[in-house]
């Protein structure tokens, strides 16, 4: 079996969210160095606030400050920090109820080692030197020895609410197309197009997945098909993409190659937009170094009769 | 409460399983899943054209790619159009799906599939994409740290210690011994700390792999199968989204979901327990009321092989595997979802009187 083609993939997004009023309140407050909570009906006060009860699902908004010190109620000791997460040295997550909450709030503890962290102690939150309305503005906890830190009075009102954040995301993966269509982009870098025959229908898919969607079986056997086809249908694009260097409008179709039961799809060129036709016979026009068609022209055939690919439209 | 009979009887009728591998280059997902497909399909007799309702699940984040689920859709025939669904989730809630289908008379056979190829991407990345996007996921807490967590407030509470930890981790890889599809067989290593109290060998294997499941309703699961798990009851429950807002060292919505599904009526022998990570065995075990009479994970459990978003249905498919084969006459399968058992499914099945 040839190589199976594999290549990094990057899936990045800055995932823009707007808050309600509880969030607005709380972030806006760690802007502020001010913690918040919300009071439920029966007197627990959640940190982090939520919009609604987790028991009792009754809309929440009344804020309290809470302490910036707190316990620890469970912890775990990261000795490889991974990226993103709030420290690059060894640290312990922690889950801490602050003083004045009656629930945990995940975040990092900055401590030298496992053995100087335990549940039960007490801890302080270390502010992040700038801070823009979000969890991160809390740089982390640190082990503190002593009561309960003071309150700044806090009403949870603030000037410049912060009404959103932005959470960057980034996952990074090894993409692999798997057999079926690695060979078709193996071959497309001989400038050859090859399918796959369906064992049962014996149909060719053009590009291969490896599987029939009629039969539901595997497909195997190679089959090269074109290089000319058939354009089956097409549309005129009139709106000029981001970093794509084709003048508007242009031609994108549908084209059955010679051989192939399924039509894939490419730009039409070397023909004035407006006399492209259904079944205009087309061929592949390579550019150096391209690992793929940059896009059809016509051959100069007589025009497919629609009878030969209306199955494939 | 007792929970009310189903208006039909619904049995997984057939089950089938990839090998799971750390990597699968070679496969795309729908050729890794196609031989499973087939395997269901050949031990029921059954044609894809014959199924009443499809019903997948899987994540697009495992490999990355947006709709990877509609490819898969090639392994089923899914052409001419096919009555299908699909879950965001473990595929035990497609088999949820399914099974109300079922109920509902509009259909008396379901295929229920799910796959997940995690060697793409770092899982414990991400994973950290399901929580929540404004006070957790900025953090990047993964998926082990939050169970090391989960484990330290076990430890906290008296309920178990580090040698119990391991002695549950050793116990899923010697009974995987006998399951060919496991991906860790055998004594493993207790290894080095993952994130402290969790070693490698109390956390699951990443790998890829996938599974399929039939139902059918009534005497057509009698046709299809000599001795069907009847599903007895099948329920799902969800906690709070707020680790600090849950009791980390007992699981409420276990135990809702397994009496909602008639779990405590009377014993079970065996339960398929998706514990990914040892620590949750011992969470469950409390809160589903297993004593030592119990017999386990005898698959291994996903200690032994934990292909994400198919290893719940793999419990519910290794729970029925052994009432077909007579090894079992009442079993207990459970799914989870989401940190630290955000959400649990629980199902009980039955083969008939011997």
Redesign the interface.
Same mark, same amino acid.
């Given at each position: 079996m040839p190589e199976v083609l594999k290549a990094p993939l990057v899936v990045e997004f800055p995932f823009t969210r707007s808050l309600g009023p509880v969030q607005s309140a709380f972030l806006t407050g760690l802007r502020e160095r001010v913690v918040l909570g919300v009071k439920t009906g029966d007197g627990r006060t959640l940190v982090p606030p939520v919009e609604y009860d987790p028991v009792t699902s009754e809309e929440l908004g009344e804020l309290v400050e809470v302490a910036a010190t707190g316990t620890v109620t469970t912890w775990a000791w990261n000795h490889e920090p991974r990226r993103g997460q709030p420290l690059g040295t060894p640290f312990a997550w922690v889950l801490v109820k602050l003083d004045g909450s009656d629930t945990g709030l995940l975040h990092a503890l900055d401590a030298p080692g496992p053995e100087a962290v335990h549940t039960g102690m007490r801890v302080r939150v270390r502010w992040a030197e700038e801070r823009s309305g979000a969890i991160t503005d809390i740089a982390c906890f640190e082990p503190y020895e002593g009561g309960s830190a003071e309150l700044t009075g806090s009403d949870g009102r603030f000037e410049e609410m912060v009404t959103g954040i932005v959470a960057p995301a980034r996952l990074d993966y090894t993409y692999s197309p798997g057999r079926a269509q690695s060979g078709y982009i193996n071959a497309l870098s001989d400038r050859r197009a090859v399918g796959e025959r369906c064992p049962s229908c014996r149909k060719v898919y053009v590009p291969p997945r490896g599987a029939c969607p009629t039969c539901g079986v595997a497909t195997s056997e190679q089959v090269e098909v074109g290089p000319r086809g058939t354009l089956t249908t097409y549309c005129i694009v009139n709106i000029k993409a981001k970093n794509l260097d084709i003048e508007v409008p242009y031609v994108y179709g549908h084209i059955a190659l010679d051989g192939a039961d399924l039509a894939l799809h490419g730009r039409i060129g070397g023909i004035p937009y407006d006399q492209v036709r259904m079944g205009l016979r087309v061929e592949p026009v390579w550019t150096d170094g391209g690992r793929y068609p940059d896009h059809y022209r016509p051959t100069g055939e007589p025009d497919a009769d629609y009878d030969t690919y209306k199955e494939l439209v | 409460m007792p929970a009310s009979r189903p208006l039909r009887d619904i049995a997984v009728v057939a089950f089938a399983q990839t090998d799971h591998l750390r990597t699968t280059?070679?496969?795309?997902?729908?050729?890794m899943l196609?031989p499973v =497909? #087939?395997q269901v399909l050949d031990r029921t007799g059954l044609k894809?054209s014959d199924i009443g309702f499809t019903c997948s699940g899987s994540s697009d @984040?495992l490999?990355?790619?947006a709709f990877s689920f509609t490819?898969a859709?090639?392994? *089923?025939?899914?052409?001419?159009p096919i009555s299908e669904s699909h879950v965001e989730m473990d595929g035990a809630w497609a088999l949820y799906e399914a099974w109300t289908k079922l109920l509902t008379g509009e259909a008396d056979t379901a295929l229920v599939y799910a796959y997940g190829k995690s060697s793409?991407?770092?899982v !414990?990345? *991400?994973l950290? !994409?399901q929580l929540d996007?404004? @006070? *957790?996921?900025?953090?990047?807490?993964?998926s082990v740290? =939050?169970a090391?967590? +989960?484990? +330290?407030?076990l430890i906290?509470a008296g309920d178990t210690d580090e040698p119990a930890l391991a002695a549950v981790a050793t116990r899923s890889r010697v009974s995987a011994a006998d399951n060919s599809h496991a991906q860790l067989r055998g004594s493993v290593p207790r290894g080095d @700390?993952a994130? !402290?109290?969790?070693r490698t060998g109390d956390c699951p294997p990443i790998g890829d792999g996938a599974a399929a499941v039939i139902l059918a309703a009534g005497e057509r699961a009698r046709d299809l199968c000599e001795r069907p798990a009847w599903i007895r009851g099948i329920d799902h429950r969800i906690?709070? #989204?707020? =680790?600090?807002?849950r009791d =980390?060292t007992d699981s409420p919505s276990s135990r809702l979901a397994a009496e909602r599904a008639g779990a405590f009526e009377r014993p079970v022998d065996t339960a398929e327990l998706h514990a990914s990570f040892s620590s949750q065995e011992v969470v469950l075990r409390k809160a589903l009321r297993l004593d030592d009479s119990v017999d386990v994970n005898p698959s291994g459990g996903p200690l032994a092989a934990n292909p994400i978003m198919a290893a719940g249905l793999i419990r519910i498919g290794e729970a029925a595997a052994r009432i077909h084969r007579g090894d079992s006459d009442r079993a207990l399968a459970h799914a989870t979802s989401g940190p630290c058992l955000q959400q649990n499914l629980v199902a009980v099945l039955e083969g008939d009187p011997r």
């Open positions: - | 280059d070679e496969l795309s997902e729908v050729e196609m =497909l #087939h894809t @984040y490999a990355g790619r490819m859709l090639d392994g *089923v025939g899914a052409w001419p793409p991407g770092s !414990r990345d *991400v950290t !994409r996007p404004y @006070y *957790v996921a900025p953090l990047w807490p993964d740290a =939050l090391a967590l +989960q484990a +330290q407030a906290d @700390y994130v !402290r109290p969790l906690e709070a #989204h707020g =680790l600090g807002v =980390l």
